[in-house]
Every structure is written in structure tokens, then in C-alpha cells.
């Protein structure tokens, strides 16, 4: 992977880029305050070491033998899936992850074990045995081997510069991330030594490139960024994308460069070290650039610092917010300006800065700052967009209008919201622009438009030239808005506003008001009209958070159609939630609504379609299918469910899986949602530029179960230790979909346990553990996984409860036939998704006359006798089946099965088979059979 160095927030990723020399970088949240920051970051660049999942490096935890061996076997540049013939330690066996790392470092003579076989992978590795291998793989061992270990080696690694910023340390004991990264990126510039031949009996060595050239095949170049994409130092040439021009820093000579993946025009004017890689054609491409931290001199000021310009002196205050502490910086006359991104001849008049920041450069240390990079941008408020003569109307003032072509390719145009380069219709009133426009007539223009939705609401209690106080919150007033006051208006205190928020938390002007009333709401459910009442009463979870009942209005207007009768609204309301009126089932959905005076729902608005003289009413409430789907598990990936983004301004319930819990519902933040997370979600209102209004978020973090996930029968659950040491619960299992292979999973604190066979709801782990409602043997589950981890499990049926029952049948009770699972279809769409239970009493060659007790929508203890066809069919072909059998010694087994394993009544009379099978689409595919040693039924 190719990466960047250097961290910034996501807002300003492609602005900053291009104008400040960052990018995106090679990010830990952990290391900025360690001393060894530079070298993780390199490495974690070049892709020889590796941070977490988490985001953290940790560079204080302890390597583990294994680990070293991993990051050596980088810098050796050998593939991690590189095989060895055979292994050499008894504690590294081929399951283990480091098995060709360790193994093959052996072989090669870096690394040994304990002996007797024994190598210790999870071993901490010793600071002085790290230095050791490294010496070794660098070639100097020849040397470091004159004096005994670990002397000699202490001594050769000091004067290769390999302890550089280790300090004072105890180098027996176990090595630290952080001083590891240090040690390898010191090897960097230091040559291999290497064995070039032999005169007699004695070998002949020879210095070559260091390892990064030696081993993978990197070449480092260290000197000035003269020329990018965009423009160059001192003229508005340009290179075109993806290239890049330094001036190497030994030769004064310039070199090209392909720049690949990486965004690389911000560190125009700055001394770099690239790492780069001859492509196929013979061009270096970069795989990581940095700035040369040793090199660079430069100071940045923000637009509430700059204070003037004045002689080629510029004024900036150490403290912006009080006017306080004035420090001056000494610009060269005549410097190289980069005025948003693109060089502009030196003028007195660029140094005027509004809004944005100033990096200054001092090239050649002899302070003066001889390169200039003013980033200022403007500010403009969304009116509306005229597309056809290219312009962006402000609110307030057409001094702000902004001309923007996206049609020249010629030009760099980006208009960026949400990190996504948006085309100028998606643009919508109200928007907040801070835009970063070149100066430049000839060569290539920068047009880059950053599109704002920070807002804050609140009461009015304090308003001065420079700040106004909402709620109990004071926000600066932004430049915009103090040159439109005069137009913006008073703001009375005391009233609720809405403000419009800049990149830097200021206020930039009040939002538009909208004339609509309508709001969002999740109705949860609907009754009809009771004694007296003539409307419907309707129980809706609002977008301000409260839960309500509501009585429709008898001028209610209902998907653009008025006067409707309770009958129509809830036919209405079926049809929206089923698809058609006849729909049977809970009415719960997305709804937006209108409320009048005496709090009764006059405008309800349903995700059916309005049509309005003949056509589609395009403000309707409309649901957005995800992958097909009016609701599905769909992953978050930190701005959008698939595509479609979600903001500040989405409206996001938080449903219970319960409907009927009304005190779990909620309204949720957006920044609340969990990254790379799965969730339950239904979408609605998606804007052009692909923002929900309104999204349902349901079940927390725990994916519902998909219908057509597989059916396990339980074969084990035992203890085990998983990798932080800790005493897990590891389930053994059969997959019957996936023709009864074997698989294991492990529980964890997070995961939930849901049981629907039988009267148990939502049992702890501690449950499963108990002698109440174990899990074991026979018991068949289905669950929701990822990485070897249980996030969910349901169980469908359990062996204890099932015998439980059916020992009780003369009480009148016997075994639920049919279970409805969370999630499953219900009611016209049970034939969908059903799991049933059943004992059989007589089978053919591919059908069974089966026996359902207690089945749906029976008395208890009822018995039905039904056929079974075990032929499958084109679509989902045979079905696949699970044994569970008792032996005559009290031991039990699982196994794959097949049709022939069904025992009949009407064969072995007491020995019939007990069946439980998953019907979906009216087919019979998966079928767990259950030959118990003596028949619970008895009859």
C-alpha cells in the first residue's frame, strides 16, 4: 500500500493536499508525543511494520520473537507466504502464523532458538537479540563476531548508528515496539555488507546500497519538491498529473517522478526524502513520501493570527483570541509565492488573509522565508445554483459569487463533500462553501470548493460584535458574517435560531427558515377508532425524541389525497408497510407528519408514492432500496450505509428490536454510528447529493441473522484460552448447509444469545452455562459471525427442552411444531421462513408422512398429520442433512446424514426419527434428524 506522511482532518484532505504539504498519512493516535514518531511512521509506510486495527500503534508494548521475525522477513523483502520444506521448532508448528517467518530465518542463519527444539515465539525478543539479527542481516557479522556476544554486536550496531536516539538503555531487556521501529529505520542509508568473493582462505567484502535498495529494490531520494501537477517554484508550468519534480539535494539535479497512488502536490517547495520503485516502463513511481524533518524551516499563520503585511515584514499575534503577544516574520523580497496552489508573481497585495493560513519557508536557513504559500479562501452561502452560466448565487451578496466550470478538464475543479467530488447541481440552499480559488489567467487553475453542514440551534442570549452567546455556548462571529450583518439582520435574544457553522466552529449566518412543519416520525403502531372517536389513533416516536399518541384529523391529507376514512388510512398505512392493503402484521414505519393546534395529525406522509396531477410528487417521502432491500444489514463505512450518506442533518431512529419496547427507541447522532460496523437499516429521502433525511437504525451494533444463513447442530462446547489469555467458550459445530462440514467458533463478552426453543427470553452467557439451559449436543443454532467470533446466536432447538415436552404431552403440553424466529416471515409470508418440528411415521423413497403435535394455529396437543417431499427442487436442489444419534452406552454423535438415516414408525415403530427442518420459499432444505435411544414420546 502507498501512503503519505503527516495527519490531517478529513475536511480539508484534498485542499490540504494540494496547498500544505500534508496528506493522507500513515495515522497512529498514539505516537505523537513519542520520540520515535518519525521512524514508526516511515516504516508503517513502507509497509515493514504494522499498527492495529484500533488505530494505535503501541509503541510501548513488547515485540514478541514471532512478531520480529515477521518485520526481519520484510526488510528481507521475501513474501510472508514464502514456504519452507520443514520446520525446526516443536513450538512452531504449521498452524502457527509465523511459521514460514521464523522457519525460514533459521534456515537462512539469522535467528536460533533455546535448543532442544524450542524457539518461544511468544517469547519477548531482547533488545540486544533484535540488534543482533539485524547486524547479521545487514552482513556484519563477520565483524560483530570477533568479540564475544553481546559485546561485539552492542559495539558493531553503535558504530553502523543503529542505537541513534536509544539512549542510555538496558539492551537485555525485552524490546519495544517504538525502539524497534527506530533501530530498523536507522538501517536506512546504511550499507550492505557483503561477500563479493575469496582470495585463498580469506573472503572478500564489499559495501553496496543499504537495505532498502538491496533487498527491496526501494531507492531513497532526498531534496526539494520544485515542480507538481498543478505548477512549479517560480513559473506556472506544470507537470500534469500524477508527477512530481525534486532537486536532489547531492547533484543538484532533477528527478521525475510517477507519484501512483499518492496525492503528493502539497510538498511543493519542501525537503522531502522519497522512497520510490522502478515501474515496468523504468520510471520511479513513490511509494512513500515525507518531509525531511531535519531540513525544513517554515512557520504557518492562520487568518485569526496574520495581523498585517508591511515592508516585507509580516505581524501575526502568538495569541489570536486576545490581540495579544506581536511577532514579526522576514519574508525575501521577491520570494516565490504559491497562492492556492498555483505560483503567482510576488505581489504586496497577496498578503492580505481573511480566511485560511500561511506557510512560510526558509529554503536555505538564513532567516528569511523565500517561498510563500498562501491558502485564503472565501465564503459563500448557498442561495441557488445557475448551472447553465456556471455560477454559485450567495445569499447575501453577488461579490460572493463563485464562477465554477467543472466542464474544463484542463483545470483542477473538486467541489468536496464528504471527501466525495460532487458535480455543482448537487449543491442545495443553504450550504456553507469555503472556497480556495487560483489568480492565475494562463497554465492550469485551481478551483476547490469545500461544502459545509455544520449548524447549531439553540436561544439567543448574547450577541456582540465579535460573538454570540447560544444556549450556554459563546461561537466568534465569522468574517462573513460581520460584512452581511447589515443584511443578516438583528438577532433578538431570547428567540431559537439556527446558525450555519464554518471549518472553524464560527458562525457564518442564520439558516434559511423553512416554511414546512413537517417532521419524521417512527409509528410504531395504529388503532382504529374506538366508542366516539372518528379517527385513528396513531402512536408515533418523533424526530425530536418524544413518543406520542396522535389522533388523525378529519381533514386529513394522506399521500397528497384528502378526507380519508379510518379504513383508507389504515389501508393505506398496510400498503405502504406490505406493499399492498391485505398485508397482515405490525404497521411500523418511517412516516413524516404534520400536527395542527389541538395536536392532531393533519398531513401523513407514507414512502407510497403521491401522485399529483397524474405525476409523482418529487418532496413525497420516499424509501431508498439498500442492495434491493427495504431493509438490510449493511455495513458502515464511516460516512454511508453502501452510498448513501448520512449527516447532521439525517434524522436516525434507533428502533428496538421489540417494537413493543417503547422506552428503547431513540434518536441517535450520526457520529454515534460505529465504523466498519453492521447494522439493520432502512433508508428514506436521499438528497442529489446523496444525504438521507431520515435513516432506522435497528439493534444496536448486532446484525439481525439473515434467513438464508446456514443451520449449525451443536457437536461441543468446551473451554479454551483465546490470545489475551483470557477462558473463552469455543462452540464446536456442523454446518448442514454447507454439507455438513465441521467448524468452530468462539464466544465473546459482546455476544448475544437469543433461545426460541423455548420459553426463554434473551438469555445471558451464564445461562447457557448453567444446568438450566445448556447448550449442548443436538441442540441446533443459527448465528451471525466474522473473524471466528459468535456475534449473535439463536437457538432453534434444544434436545433438553424438546425431551422436556415431550415427557409432558399427557399434561397437554407436547413440542412447539412451529417457531416464528426474530426476523422470520409471519403471517401471508409464512411460507417464506419456517422451522418446524416433526416425528416420523412413515417414509418412501422421497416423501414422509410426518406428524406435527401442537401445530399452528391448533389446540395444544393437537396432532396433525401431514406428507413431506424430500425432492428439492431446479432453484434450491435436494436438501442436506445433520445426524444427531444416542448410542446404546450413553454416548452421542454428530454427523452429516443423508435421507436414508430417517427412521419411520411404521419400520422401527419406537425408534422413529424426530425431525427438525428449515422450510424456506416452500421448500425443505436444511433437516436435522434426531434418533434418540429411547423415543420421549413413547407412542
Not at 558493531?156 to 533501530?183: D, F, H, S, T, W
Not at 466542464?407 to 455543482?424: E, H, R, V
Not at 455495513?635 to 428502533?655: C, D, K, R
Not at 455476544?751 to 451464564?766: E, F, G, H, M
Request: proline share 3%; aromatic share 10%.
Amino acid at each position: 500500500m502507498m501512503r503519505l506522511s503527516n495527519k490531517i482532518t478529513a475536511l480539508f484532505l484534498a485542499m490540504l493536499c494540494l496547498f500544505s504539504g500534508t496528506a493522507a498519512a500513515v495515522s497512529f493516535q498514539d505516537i505523537s508525543e513519542n520520540s520515535y514518531s518519525d521512524a514508526i511512521e516511515t516504516l508503517a509506510g513502507l509497509s515493514i511494520m504494522q499498527g492495529y486495527e484500533d488505530g494505535t500503534f503501541k509503541p510501548e508494548e513488547q515485540v514478541t520473537r514471532a512478531e520480529y521475525a515477521a518485520m526481519m522477513l520484510r526488510v528481507l523483502g521475501v513474501p510472508e507466504e514464502w514456504g519452507v520444506e520443514s520446520g525446526n521448532f516443536s513450538d512452531v508448528p504449521e498452524t502457527h502464523w509465523a511459521y514460514n517467518q521464523v522457519n525460514y530465518l533459521c534456515q537462512m542463519g539469522y535467528l536460533s532458538g533455546y535448543g532442544n527444539g524450542i524457539y518461544g515465539p511468544e517469547d519477548p525478543v531482547a533488545l540486544q537479540d533484535a540488534l543482533k539479527i539485524l547486524v547479521d542481516i545487514l552482513g556484519y557479522k563477520v565483524l560483530a563476531s570477533k568479540v564475544p556476544y553481546p559485546t561485539g554486536y552492542l559495539a558493531q550496531a553503535g558504530e553502523l548508528g543503529l542505537m541513534k536516539k536509544l539512549g542510555g538503555k538496558n539492551y537485555a531487556q525485552p524490546a519495544l515496539r517504538g525502539e524497534v521501529a527506530q533501530i530498523i529505520y536507522n538501517a536506512i542509508g546504511v550499507p550492505v555488507y557483503r561477500q563479493t568473493g575469496a582470495s585463498e582462505s580469506t573472503a572478500i567484502y564489499e559495501k553496496g546500497d543499504d537495505f532498502l535498495k538491496e533487498f527491496l529494490g526501494i531507492e531513497t531520494c532526498k531534496g526539494m519538491v520544485t515542480a507538481n501537477s498543478v505548477t512549479s517554484l517560480s513559473s506556472e508550468d506544470y507537470l500534469g498529473d500524477g508527477r512530481l519534480r525534486i532537486k536532489q539535494t547531492k547533484t543538484n539535479e532533477e528527478k521525475l517522478f510517477n507519484t501512483g497512488d499518492l496525492n503528493a502536490d502539497g510538498f511543493l517547495g519542501y525537503q522531502v526524502l522519497a522512497f520510490s520503485k522502478a515501474d515496468e516502463a523504468g520510471d520511479q513511481t513513490l511509494i512513500y513520501l515525507k518531509k525531511d524533518e531535519n531540513k525544513n524551516y517554515g512557520l504557518t499563520i492562520t487568518a485569526d493570527q496574520f495581523f498585517k503585511y508591511d515592508n516585507r515584514t509580516i505581524t501575526y499575534y502568538a495569541d489570536p483570541e486576545n490581540k495579544d503577544r506581536e511577532l514579526t516574520a522576514k519574508v525575501l523580497f521577491g520570494a516565490d509565492v504559491i497562492y492556492n496552489g498555483v505560483y503567482t508573481p510576488f505581489d504586496e497585495s497577496l498578503f492580505s488573509l481573511q480566511a485560511g493560513s500561511m506557510e512560510l519557508i526558509d529554503s536555505d536557513s538564513d532567516s528569511l522565508y523565500d517561498i510563500i504559500k498562501i491558502n485564503a479562501c472565501t465564503v459563500t452561502v448557498v442561495d441557488k445554483v445557475s448551472t447553465s452560466a456556471y455560477t454559485i448565487i450567495d445569499r447575501y451578496s453577488a461579490s460572493n459569487n463563485v464562477i465554477y466550470d467543472d466542464s474544463d478538464s484542463t483545470d483542477l475543479n473538486k467541489l468536496i463533500k464528504y471527501d466525495i467530488n460532487l458535480p455543482m447541481a448537487a449543491l442545495e440552499k443553504d450550504d456553507v462553501l469555503e472556497v480556495y480559488q487560483s489568480k492565475n489567467t494562463t497554465g492550469r487553475k485551481v478551483n476547490i470548493i469545500n461544502v459545509l453542514d455544520s449548524s447549531v440551534k439553540g436561544v439567543i442570549n448574547q450577541v456582540s460584535d465579535e460573538w454570540i452567546t447560544i444556549g450556554d455556548k459563546s461561537y466568534k462571529l465569522s468574517q462573513y458574517f460581520k460584512d452581511n450583518s447589515a443584511k443578516i439582520g438583528s438577532l433578538p435574544l431570547g428567540t431559537t435560531e439556527t446558525f450555519l457553522l464554518d471549518s472553524n466552529g464560527c458562525v457564518v449566518a442564520p439558516k434559511t427558515k423553512n416554511i414546512s412543519t413537517l417532521q419524521y416520525g417512527f409509528l410504531v403502531g395504529a388503532m382504529p377508532p374506538e366508542g366516539l372517536e372518528e379517527g385513528v389513533t396513531l402512536k408515533i416516536f418523533s424526530e425530536k425524541g418524544e413518543m406520542g399518541q396522535y389522533v388523525t384529523s378529519g381533514k386529513l391529507v394522506m399521500d397528497s389525497v384528502k378526507g380519508n376514512t379510518p379504513e383508507a388510512i389504515l389501508a393505506g398505512l398496510r400498503e405502504a408497510k406490505y406493499g399492498y392493503d391485505g398485508g397482515q402484521g405490525d404497521l411500523s414505519q418511517v412516516i413524516r407528519f404534520q400536527t395542527n393546534s389541538d395536536n392532531e395529525v393533519k398531513i401523513l406522509d407514507t414512502a407510497v408514492p403521491d401522485i399529483i396531477d397524474g405525476a409523482v410528487d418529487e418532496n413525497a417521502l420516499e424509501q431508498i432500496l439498500v442492495n434491493g432491500q427495504k431493509e438490510a444489514v449493511v455495513t458502515y463505512g464511516g460516512n454511508a450505509f453502501e452510498g448513501n450518506l448520512v449527516s447532521s442533518s439525517t434524522v436516525i431512529f434507533n428502533v428496538p428490536e421489540d417494537l413493543t419496547k417503547t422506552a428503547d427507541y431513540k434518536v441517535a447522532s450520526f457520529s454515534g454510528l460505529q465504523v466498519e460496523k453492521p447494522y439493520t437499516v432502512s433508508c428514506f429521502d436521499r438528497s442529489k447529493a446523496g444525504v438521507l433525511g431520515c435513516l432506522t437504525v435497528k439493534g444496536e451494533t448486532i446484525p439481525n441473522i439473515d434467513n438464508d444463513n446456514p443451520l449449525y447442530m451443536v457437536k461441543k462446547l468446551t473451554d479454551t484460552v483465546n490470545s489475551e489469555g483470557d477462558i473463552v467458550k469455543k462452540l464446536y459445530v456442523v454446518n448442514c448447509k454447507n454439507d455438513g462440514t465441521e467448524e468452530e467458533y468462539i464466544f465473546t463478552e459482546k455476544s448475544v444469545l437469543v433461545d426460541y426453543s423455548a420459553s426463554i427470553k434473551n438469555p445471558t452467557a451464564s445461562d447457557y452455562e448453567s444446568e438450566k439451559y445448556p447448550i449442548r449436543p443436538g441442540d441446533v443454532v443459527r448465528m451471525a459471525i466474522g473473524s471466528g467470533k459468535i456475534s449473535k446466536l439463536e437457538r432453534m432447538f434444544s434436545v433438553d427442552q424438546f425431551k422436556l415436552n415431550l415427557n409432558s404431552i399427557t399434561k397437554g403440553k407436547g413440542f412447539l411444531s412451529e417457531i416464528n424466529s426474530n426476523g422470520g416471515e409471519i403471517g401471508e409470508y409464512a411460507y417464506l421462513l419456517r422451522f418446524l418440528t416433526t416425528r416420523v411415521l412413515y417414509k418412501d423413497s422421497g416423501s414422509a408422512l410426518v406428524r406435527f403435535v401442537k401445530p399452528a394455529g391448533m389446540e395444544v396437543g393437537s396432532i396433525k398429520d401431514v406428507y413431506w417431499s424430500f425432492e428439492g427442487n431446479s432453484k434450491f436442489g435436494k436438501p442436506k442433512y445433520v445426524v444427531y444419534e444416542e448410542k446404546d452406552n450413553g454416548q452421542m454423535n454428530v454427523r452429516t446424514g443423508s435421507f436414508n438415516d430417517i427412521n419411520d414408525a411404521d419400520a422401527s415403530g419406537s425408534k422413529a426419527s424426530y425431525l427438525f427442518a428449515k422450510s424456506r420459499y416452500g421448500t425443505i432444505q436444511e433437516v436435522f434428524i434426531f434418533n434418540f435411544r429411547e423415543d420421549p414420546f413413547g407412542n
